[in-house]
């Protein structure tokens, strides 16, 4: 397997190995011979990791690629998610206050370097750490009171790595890129009480409340205690053994929380965080789509250098999309060269990374419900009124802002729509998704890929009714059955 070291000045990096080579993140994001590659690990040593940042569009790109990426997307998003790491410090409470009993001082900093410290004795405490987090760089602040406890977690680059560290930290390195095998967290399984996670006042909740009430209903005679709980009850995850998300899901709200916990605590959820992680992101969809070979309309990942290049790909007018748009937000269509230029500018503003897409105006899209890589509805979207998309967040009436569905049998379905809608679900892995596909000219191009798509009741359950339903609760119970999560 190709083994890349990926930085962002490879001119100024000092680790060097035999087995591994150092490139820059911007060609790894940009260069196609990078996103040709079958196999690869990558080691993203960028120093930055946060959001929409070259280092985390790294990783992210790595997993569209089939790429083993190292540290992951979930593991990024996990180093800044501060109730996340509060649970680390409960659950490796008694490593941290053995590793550091003999230490006089009220504050202490660790620094691990690919798993290690410099001083032995702190090895068992850098290794559980890593293992966890799988950060190359990582520093650990803790503070005292009446015993140890973490005060914060955080991503370092080479460049604050102190002088009197390099050498071992060179050593650790050489040590950890002639490995073959890397160390990942494992998770256990419990029991049979179901949380149903709702926000309320969710802009555009995935569920309506009489969808919600016929989940509660069904999944109490089918032998699961069920209750709707709050983005508040995050702490109170741990007493379920099932997690269903009916909140609309970003990276950067509580639903990615509540998925990555239940994951770290070996509950079986919908939805998974990959899933989110994934589908949330255009950049990493556009990329997964491309590869796979999947049809969807002319697409262009912008970034500064090639923002004079796109219009000559997708011509006017441009769809333009930010990386984590979702339900249309954040979603803008340019009808002239001088508004795409705005546009675009005003979006590399907040991310490294934008999409143009070319126009592909239908009465209608297509929405096809998978659940674990089988169909479970059929639905056709049709465009909000006087408007271009199937959402009008700026109509003046309620009634307005979305168009009408009609539902049908998966039977009915056009066979390429249904085909085309299985191999992107495929991409993503196990889970509930919905596939949104246009058909221009009779030619089916896939648009979106949601991971937490729409169950209102009265729409998506118009054709099958309670069996919509039943799938999930049961895809829930086989997981719970199977000790899968």
């Excluded at 006089?104 to 850098?126: D, P």
Aim: charged share 25%.
């Amino acid at each position: 397997m190709n083994k890349y070291i990926v930085v962002n000045h490879p001119e100024n990096w000092a680790v060097l190995s035999e087995n591994v080579e150092i490139i820059s993140a911007q060609s790894y994001l940009t260069n196609p011979k990078y996103s040709k590659l079958k196999k690869a690990r990558i080691f993203n040593l960028c120093k930055d990791y946060s959001y929409q940042s070259k280092g985390y569009y790294v990783s992210l790109l790595a997993e569209a690629r089939g790429h083993m990426a190292i540290p992951t997307v979930k593991n990024i998003v996990d180093l800044r998610e501060p109730k996340l790491v509060k649970i680390v410090s409960e659950e490796f409470e008694d490593v941290i206050q053995k590793s550091l009993k003999s230490i006089k001082a009220s504050e202490f900093t660790l620094s691990i370097y690919f798993g290690q410290n410099v001083a032995q004795k702190y090895k068992e405490l850098s290794a559980m750490f890593y293992r966890h987090f799988q950060i190359p760089f990582l520093r650990v602040n803790f503070v005292r009171t009446i015993k140890w406890n973490i005060k914060s977690i955080k991503a370092i680059s080479e460049a604050e790595i102190p002088e009197d560290h390099k050498e071992s930290m060179h050593h650790f390195a050489a040590q950890y890129f002639s490995k073959k095998r890397y160390d990942t967290p494992r998770q256990n399984i419990a029991e049979y009480d179901l949380a149903i996670l709702v926000k309320q006042g969710d802009p555009a909740p995935p569920s309506n409340s009489k969808a919600i009430k016929r989940f509660v209903e069904l999944a109490e005679k089918m032998n699961f205690y069920v209750e709707v709980v709050s983005p508040k009850d995050l702490s109170r995850l741990s007493a379920f053994d099932a997690l269903f998300i009916r909140q609309s899901t970003e990276v950067n709200n509580e639903a990615y929380a509540f998925a990555r916990k239940a994951q770290q605590e070996g509950i079986a959820l919908v939805d998974y965080p990959d899933a989110i992680l994934k589908c949330c992101n255009k950049v990493f969809m556009a990329e997964a789509l491309e590869n796979a070979g999947i049809a969807t309309p002319k697409t262009v990942i912008v970034h500064k250098a090639n923002t004079h290049q796109v219009l000559e790909i997708t011509g006017l007018p441009v769809v333009l999309k930010s990386p984590d748009s979702t339900f249309s937000f954040g979603v803008k269509k340019a009808g002239t060269e001088e508004e795409y230029k705005e546009l675009v500018q005003q979006m590399l503003k907040k991310s490294d990374l934008v999409i143009a897409q070319e126009f592909s105006p239908s009465d209608y899209d297509w929405r096809i419900g998978i659940l674990d890589n089988k169909p479970l509805f059929a639905c056709r979207y049709y465009m909000a009124k006087g408007h271009w998309q199937i959402y009008n967040w700026d109509a003046k009436k309620k009634d307005d802002q979305d168009g009408n569905a009609d539902c049908l049998p998966i039977e009915k379905v056009p066979p390429k729509i249904l085909e085309m809608a299985l191999k992107s679900a495929k991409l993503m892995g196990q889970g509930l998704y919905g596939i949104d596909i246009k058909e221009v000219n009779k030619r089916p191009m896939v648009i979106e890929i949601n991971d937490n798509p729409n169950i209102d009741f009265g729409v998506e359950d118009a054709f099958y009714g309670d069996q919509v339903y039943i799938e999930i609760l049961s895809a829930l119970k086989s997981r719970l059955k199977k000790g899968e999560i």
